[in-house]
Nanobody, 125 residues
Framework: QVQLVESGGGSVQAGGSLRLSCAAS????????MAWFRQSPGKERGGVAA????????SYTDSVKGRFTISQDNAKNTVYLQMNSLKPEDSAMYYC??????????????????WGQGTQVAVSS
């Protein structure tokens, strides 16, 4: 059983930055991709960014392109989400996901097996 632990959330003003971390207990039993999702009250959990483990592929949802960067440190089994130029609409609980089942879009949350407990991000105007 892979465990994912997120950290780095907090409260910032609009225009500020945060870096989220997702530490995985292991990479061995995870397949190809890890991703960040977010969910705000009353909304569906949606994909933010994804990365191929050990590879160069990344993808972002349109609303965060140019502001967020997903990266990894394989030596630490950790994936990061650097969030710059934060906006109030970025406020949400952010979740890390791992072990993607191939055959669909990374934005489909049902294709990920493992989830972290979430870290809260609040952006004030």
């Amino acid at each position: 059983q892979v465990q994912l632990v997120e950290s780095g959330g907090g409260s910032v003003q609009a225009g500020g930055s945060l870096r989220l971390s997702c530490a995985a207990s292991e990479y061995t039993h995870m397949s190809n991709y890890m991703a960040w999702f977010r969910q705000s009250p009353g909304k569906e959990r949606g994909g933010v960014a994804a990365i191929a483990i050990g590879g160069g592929w990344t993808s972002y949802t349109d609303s965060v392109k140019g502001r967020f960067t997903i990266s990894q440190d394989n030596a630490k089994n950790t994936v990061y989400l650097q969030m710059n130029s934060l906006k109030p609409e970025d406020s949400a609980m952010y979740y890390c996901a791992a072990n993607f089942r191939l055959g669909g879009s990374w934005t489909d949350r049902s294709r990920f097996t493992y989830w972290g407990q979430g870290t809260q991000v609040a952006v004030s105007s």
